[in-house]
């Protein structure tokens, strides 16, 4: 247990250290992927993948149905 934390700790101080260090270009850099990971994980899933099963069906067993029946028919 104690060689995980200590393994966790120098991964830890590796990457702060890398972005600590890091030129300004880095920095933009990385701004930009975070702003893009939010964009396709939190707006796009907001806006288009809504829970259509949660709205139309109650149970598990409706979904699941459901979701059979669309794949064999495709």
Excluded: P
Aim: no cysteine.
């Amino acid at each position: 247990m104690n060689t995980m934390i200590s393994a966790v700790n120098r991964l830890f101080r590796f990457y702060h250290d890398g972005f600590r260090t890091m030129s300004w270009w880095g920095k933009r850099v990385w701004i930009i992927i975070l702003i893009k990971l939010f964009v396709i994980f939190i707006i796009l899933k907001i806006f288009f993948f809504r829970d259509f099963l949660q709205k139309k069906y109650e149970t598990d067993e409706q979904k699941s149905e459901y979701v059979l029946d669309q794949l064999i028919s495709k």
